[in-house]
DNA sequence: ATAGAAACTTCACGGCGTATAGTTTGCTCA
DNA sequence: TGAGCAAACTATACGCCGTGAAGTTTCTAT
């Protein structure tokens, strides 16, 4: 039988990576236009055709492109949570929405890949592409949300949300972790969210650029207002 | 000398807005995709090419319809706010926030058009696609600041914002409209904009759906939140 | 050694943006 | 009125793209 550590599936293991992590190079260089079969199997000295023995599809090469990048941010953004354990909460909020930015200035097209129509005519797959990686992102941000919870609780006492308002396996994953956390929790978890994403986000597809000239003083001044209206009191400068 | 109103004027005005309008229309049916030079023509019984003659390139045209589709947007939000003259800020800034929200769902392929990498290889020219619309919808939004800033003044003492770090044709807009309005101010605005399109752009984008079943009420709470920390009391329900 | 599977190529199709060149249409002015 | 011209449009072609079908090579397990 064709035993694990064969050969042939060593070969085939590495032109997997070798495909994903040249469409990678490509959207880095390029943008995520340049994400195209030809244009790999190109860099690669194969045929376009080729590829097929791998991906099924384009689109599910892009996906599997999602799922990877989506995994590097949620892994970059874990990182600084995890490095500042016993910070105060103010801190660890800001370190944590800090390692959000500074990763997607650092990754734009990247940024793009997992949170724009990124591709020509990719089609997300049923669910979302990577609802694994979306669900630790939001895990990580309920985290934030539970450090602060103690104090910013009385501020979101007749909040109308109830688990049912909620994703099934997002809940299997928040409620263990964060047992303390009520509906209201989670809800205040995917607003700031949706408040860290928006700025970032205009940022990124240059939606500031025709307002501001200082996105990271405006996102600096919004950390310190979302972490007063947490009921925590920011750290001078 | 071919004066106004001739016949080859009026026809060629004609053709360009049933170009303008088949490439919207198309849009909407099928996507931001779905708009090529070859479809619109097939769609008017024409030549792709016959379209150069209206529109320099794909991506002028694609500009074009971004500055159409933005201005729809501005227009929506400025009529929700000129028809609550009278009302509390409170009230005032919920009203537009849902105003612009329904404008979005109700147009989410404009709303791509607008804020994402929306077709294939579209690059905005310099300066972005739209800066005029753009400046509108943030002069609305610094109405907004402007209504709270008596309320909120005294939260954002110590922003560290001047005028310097603004785009200079925004605050033309801003500044005569809204004398008093200090650059924390308009700080302000854009980070309420931030806060606005963020949740928006999620759920747009479809990445609320892997974790709330009720992105309105989501919203809902987060514009009783942003309310208060206007220093406005929201009213109930 | 050989049958078969896996990897890869070749060829083909239709769709795309767009450059070039040619054709028709309608207006203007002598 | 008719000649000239410009605008509108078509035809053809090129090089991209994703992908299907069929054929060829190469490795592997018996």
């Given at each position: 039988m064709g035993s694990t550590g064969g050969r042939r599936e060593r070969l085939r293991a590495e032109t997997t990576a070798e495909i994903k992590q040249v469409a990678l190079k490509l959207m880095a260089s390029?943008?995520?236009?340049?994400?195209?079969l030809r244009a790999i199997a190109r860099e690669m000295g194969?045929?376009?055709?080729?590829?097929y023995g791998y991906f099924a599809t384009r689109d599910d090469l892009v996906t599997t492109l999602i799922k990877e990048v989506y995994t590097a941010l949620a892994d970059a953004v874990d990182t600084a949570w995890a490095g500042?354990?016993?910070?105060?909460p103010a801190e660890r909020i800001q370190t944590w929405a800090h390692a959000f930015r500074d990763w997607a200035l650092a990754n734009p097209e990247g940024f793009r890949l997992i949170?724009?129509?990124?591709?020509?005519?990719y089609l997300a797959p049923e669910g979302g592409a990577a609802p694994d990686a979306a669900h630790r992102v939001c895990t990580g941000i309920a985290g934030l949300a539970d450090a602060a919870w103690p104090h910013a609780e009385h501020l979101y006492?007749?909040?109308?949300?109830?688990?049912?308002?909620?994703?099934g396996a997002l809940l299997d994953e928040i409620r263990p972790a964060?047992?303390?956390?009520p509906p209201a929790g989670v809800a205040l978890a995917l607003r700031i969210w949706g408040r860290l994403h928006g700025l970032v986000s205009l940022e990124i597809y240059g939606h500031l650029r025709t307002q501001t000239v200082s996105p990271g003083k405006l996102f600096q001044e919004e950390l310190a207002q979302l972490v007063r209206s947490l009921g925590i009191e920011p750290e001078d400068t």
């Open positions: 390029d943008g995520p236009d340049a994400i195209t194969m045929t376009a055709n080729a590829i500042t354990p016993a910070a105060p949170y724009g129509d990124p591709v020509p005519g006492a007749h909040s109308a949300f109830e688990w049912s308002d909620f994703d964060f047992p303390g956390l």
